[in-house]
């Protein structure tokens, strides 16, 4: 027969371990976000829409995207357990040089729209990590602003190729000069999609205000 009985507090609180308060919100909030929907759930509430919009939408009823996505979650990880694992090596080669993981960071227009640092955040991140970086045409920091964020690791290029031949010439050669060694030519885009969040929020080249526009960004 078990008896009961009242567990002891010294034994009690040997095991348990009161979490400290983060009085920092921003590092509060980050820490709740176990997932990258986690962080998707804070930039929606606290990102302005336009600029949210641009990074999480694509163009017409957004079918690629949501293929795109259904693909990446049907990747299966097969595991194989009693291996030596005692030397790990994630490292490969990707155009011609080493990777510390066989992924890098791809070019995205406009970066600082969704935060401060933008290309020099994601450059000196990729840095760290040991992968590529690849800087869009459309970005919001210089090349030579990417070299000096990574000034060891693998920068690489996305060129639009303009009428005037003269600019992609020169962004290719400002590239060259600063060691970026991989250049990436964008030949699926001779007419931009159209992208429908961005027409419905105003978000375009000049940007079309409206009242409902600057509450939205004075609110977050």
Not at 2 to 30: C, S, T, Y
Not at 133 to 144: D, K, N, R, W
Not at 155 to 176: D, P, T
Request: aromatic content about 10%; hydrophobic content about 40%; some cysteine.
């Amino acid at each position: 027969m078990v008896q009961r009985q009242f567990p002891k507090p010294a034994e009690v609180f040997e095991l348990m371990q009161f979490k400290k308060p983060e009085f920092n919100g921003r590092k509060r909030r980050l820490d709740k976000a176990l997932t990258i929907y986690d962080l998707r759930k804070i930039a929606k509430r606290r990102t302005p829409r336009a600029a949210f919009d641009y990074t999480d939408g694509a163009a017409e009823s957004e079918l690629s995207l949501d293929r795109a996505r259904r693909a990446f979650e049907d990747v299966e990880f097969h595991p194989q357990v009693l291996r030596d694992v005692a030397d790990v090596d994630t490292s490969t080669e990707i155009f011609g040089g080493r990777s510390a993981l066989p992924f890098g960071i791809a070019p995205t227009g406009f970066t600082r729209l969704m935060q401060t640092e933008g290309e020099i955040a994601g450059a000196g991140a990729a840095g760290a990590a040991g992968i590529p970086f690849c800087l869009s045409t459309l970005g919001t920091t210089s090349i030579e602003g990417v070299k000096t964020a990574n000034p060891n690791g693998r920068n690489w290029f996305q060129l639009y190729v303009m009428k005037q031949r003269e600019i992609s010439y020169e962004l290719v050669e400002r590239a060259a000069t600063n060691d970026f060694d991989t250049l990436f030519f964008t030949v699926d885009t001779p007419v931009a999609g159209a992208r429908l969040r961005d027409k419905r929020n105003g978000f375009s080249i000049p940007p079309q205000i409206t009242l409902g526009t600057v509450l939205n960004v004075g609110t977050r």
